[in-house]
T-cell receptor, first 110, second 113 residues
Framework: QKEVEQNSGPLSVPEGAIASLNCTYSDRGSQSFFWYRQYSGKSPELIMF????GDKEDGRFTAQLNKASQYVSLLIRDSQPSDSATYLCAVRGSARQLTFGSGTQLTVLP | SQTIHQWPATLVQPVGSPLSLECTVE??????LYWYRQAAGRGLQLLFYSVGIGQISSEVPQNLSASRPQDRQFILSSKKLLLSDSGFYLC????????????FGPGTRLTVL
């Protein structure tokens, strides 16, 4: 079982819709959770982090964490074509280093 | 504000040749530094991390090595490249006080032929 799993996609949504990206992790001792956005050919850019169960909102982005279910998600409201990228989930587990998922490719269709 | 630089941006090297990639951070002191590799269509693999000058931890045994000769400088090296060393090499930093949140440099795309 992979430590951090994401649906590889590709995920396509129409402009203005809500994009939902999901991530599960295996280490129950994980404490910190991150979402990075990576445009094609570029390096990852941090967009959200969450430490506590529940929702955390930042502009059009909402991160949701459920530690009991070992599940973290990212919602993007009012999706724009500029949101088209690969989204990486990263988890800081008991080993104190970040483990990254393989990413979900999102395409927002105009 | 903090800035992280990597060079070169792209590199094409023959198998068996040496490698040296450099990363520098500005605007912070005593950062934690990290080297990751991203193979095509894959997630990020942590290669090395450093909590201070001369302190290097290796996550994956391989033909690569890392050094930290100065507080804000991190170097990735190899004596002889393999085809499997091709990939996108990313340097990242984090604050000593908040080691979880990592910020990435622009990366070096390495092709070994």
């Amino acid at each position: 079982q992979k430590e951090v799993e994401q649906n590889s996609g590709p995920l396509s949504v129409p402009e203005g819709a809500i994009a939902s990206l999901n991530c599960t992790y295996s280490d129950r001792g994980s404490q910190s959770f991150f979402w990075y956005r990576q445009y094609s050919g570029k390096s990852p850019e941090l967009i959200m982090f969450i430490y506590s169960n529940g929702d955390k909102e930042d502009g059009r982005f909402t991160a949701q964490l459920n530690k009991a279910s070992q599940y973290v998600s990212l919602l993007i409201r009012d999706s724009q074509p500029s949101d088209s990228a690969t989204y990486l989930c990263a988890v800081r587990g008991s080993a104190r280093q970040l483990t990254f998922g393989s990413g979900t490719q999102l395409t927002v269709l105009p | 504000s903090q800035t992280i630089h990597q060079w070169p941006a792209t590199l094409v090297q023959p198998v068996g040749s040496p490698l040296s990639l450099e990363c520098t951070v500005e605007g912070t002191s005593n950062p934690n530094l990290y080297w990751y590799r991203q193979a095509a269509g894959r997630g990020l693999q942590l290669l090395f991390y450093s909590v201070g000058i001369g302190q290097i931890s290796s996550e994956v045994p391989q033909n690569l090595s890392a050094s930290r000769p100065q507080d804000r400088q991190f170097i990735l090296s190899s004596k002889k490249l393999l085809l499997s060393d091709s990939g996108f090499y990313l340097c990242a930093w984090s604050d000593q006080g908040n080691t979880d949140t990592q910020y990435f440099g622009p990366g070096t795309r390495l092709t070994v032929l």
